[in-house]
T-cell receptor, first 118, second 114 residues
């Protein structure tokens, strides 16, 4: 069965510190997709990044970087030099092709609430 | 601007009452989704639709119903059979139903029991 674990329920750091949000997933499929979304206090989730299972390249976008490691089934997210505007809940999502299974195959982690203190 | 509009922002339901949550998108996306979010939990999929006039149950469909008569609209009805409806409901869409597409979300409807 598919599963996404975000073990860090809440993280609080001082502005300008680096912070890493962990995401560990379980799946039997060889083809799958991983996403990170940000949920600010306004409520809507905002897409940050997608990674395909066959593409293990890490990615950097400004202060954000992602480390995808299939060997440890992890897709961790690092914010460098954090800012107060980064405060939000961050979700990791595992999605798999529908296939013939009745399961939806869209699994979100429980989220990590990140607070950046000025 | 293109996006997803959910209404109302807050909704109250009486015992035994059905209520309908609205979701409209002008992104010309084929696929639409409804999620439920409870405090401290991730999103759980209620229903999804990959194309007009077609929809499938998600992981927690019991007590809910949907329709997809127009590409732009995917309303969710919370029926009286849903015994614990208090939650935050999020609607989303993606360009296609393929699972490699990122989803675009509305800003949610918060449903409470009176």
């Amino acid at each position: 069965a598919q599963k996404v674990t975000q073990a860090q329920t809440e993280i609080s750091v001082v502005e300008k510190e680096d912070v890493t949000l962990d995401c560990v997933y379980e799946t039997r499929d060889t083809t799958y997709y991983l996403f990170w979304y940000k949920q600010p206090p306004s409520g809507e989730l905002v897409f940050l990044i997608r990674r395909n299972s066959f593409d293990e390249q890490n990615e950097i976008s400004g202060r954000y970087s992602w480390n995808f490691q299939k060997s440890t089934s992890s897709f961790n997210f690092t914010i460098t030099a954090s800012q107060v505007v980064d405060s939000a809940v961050y979700f990791c999502d595992l999605s798999e092709p529908q296939g013939y299974s009745s399961a939806s195959k869209i699994i979100f982690g429980s989220g990590t609430r990140l607070s950046i203190r000025p | 601007d293109g996006g997803i509009t959910q209404s109302p922002k807050y909704l109250f339901r009486k015992e035994g009452q059905n209520v309908t949550l609205s979701c409209e998108q002008n992104l010309n996306h084929d696929a639409m989704y409804w999620y439920r979010q409870d405090p401290g939990q991730g999103l759980r999929l209620i229903y999804y639709s990959q194309i007009v006039n077609d929809f499938q149950k998600g992981d927690i469909a019991e007590g809910y119903s949907v329709s997809r008569e127009k590409k732009e609209s995917f309303p969710l009805t919370v029926t009286s059979a849903q015994k614990n409806p208090t939650a935050f409901y999020l609607c989303a869409s993606s360009k296609e139903g393929a699972r490699n597409q990122p989803q675009h979300f509305g800003d949610g409807t918060r449903l409470s029991i009176l």
